[in-house]
């Protein structure tokens, strides 16, 4: 009977043990599964920012190319005299 009762025991135990091993590893899959999520959040707003930042440097640009007009240029391409 107390045999019976200790393998009772030691079984319930392993089961335990084993249920607890899958959950622990099931956190650390989700926990995992939140960083890589996290980072990507993050690099997609950062390419964000950038392209907003890009293409505020391209208008800005365009609005001094075009603020300057054409009449700077020179002909021909040729070196100026001495």
């Known amino acids: ?3 019976e009762h200790e393998a009772l025991q030691e079984l ?3 089961e335990q043990t084993k249920k607890e091993q899958l959950r622990m590893e099931e956190e650390a899959r ?3 599964e939140r960083e890589i999520e996290d980072k990507w959040r ?3 707003l950062e390419n964000e920012i950038e392209k907003q930042n890009m293409i505020q440097q391209l208008t800005e640009a365009a609005q ?3 603020s300057r007009g054409k009449g700077r240029k020179r002909k021909g391409g040729k070196k100026k005299k001495k």
């Open 30 to 32: 989700e926990l995992r």
């Open 64 to 66: 001094i190319r075009a």
């Open 42 to 44: 993050k690099m997609i």
């Open 1 to 3: 009977m107390r045999s």
């Open 12 to 14: 319930y135990l392993k």
